[in-house]
Nanobody
C-alpha cells in the first residue's frame, strides 16, 4: 500500500514562485514514475510534469521553461518548483505515483494553488 501526501499549495501572485512537495509512504517500488497533474474548475485533469525514478522528466507544453520537477528517491518525495506563475496555473494539483508495468497508480489528495493577478 502506498500513500501520497501533498503540501505547499497556497496563494501566489502572478510572476511569483511556489514549491509543491509530495511524499510517498508505504511499500514503495524503486522503479516508478511520480508526477504532478492539475485540475481547474470545469476542466479535465491534465498532466503537468512527471519524472521517472531514473530522472527522466516530461512536461506539459504550458509549463515548459517555468516549472521544474525533481525528486529525492531516498525520501520518496517529488517536488514541483513553480516559477513565473500565471493566473492560468490556478488549479488543484495532484501528485501521482505509478508503476506502469503493474497497472498501478496512486493519487494524492490534492493541494490548491491559486495565482492572483
Amino acid at each position: 500500500q502506498v500513500q501520497l501526501v501533498e503540501s505547499g499549495g497556497g496563494l501566489v501572485q502572478a510572476g511569483g514562485s511556489l514549491r509543491l512537495s509530495c511524499a510517498a509512504s508505504g511499500s514503495i517500488f524503486s522503479i516508478n514514475v511520480m508526477g504532478w497533474y492539475r485540475q481547474a474548475p470545469g476542466k479535465q485533469r491534465e498532466l503537468v510534469a512527471t519524472m521517472t525514478s531514473g530522472g527522466l522528466a516530461n512536461y506539459a507544453d504550458s509549463v515548459k521553461g517555468r516549472f521544474t520537477i525533481s525528486r529525492d528517491n531516498a525520501k520518496n518525495t517529488v517536488y514541483l518548483q513553480m516559477s513565473s506563475a500565471k493566473f492560468e496555473d490556478t488549479a488543484v494539483y495532484y501528485c501521482r505515483y505509478s508503476i506502469s508495468a503493474r497497472y498501478l497508480e496512486v493519487w494524492g489528495q490534492g493541494t490548491l494553488v491559486t495565482v492572483s493577478s
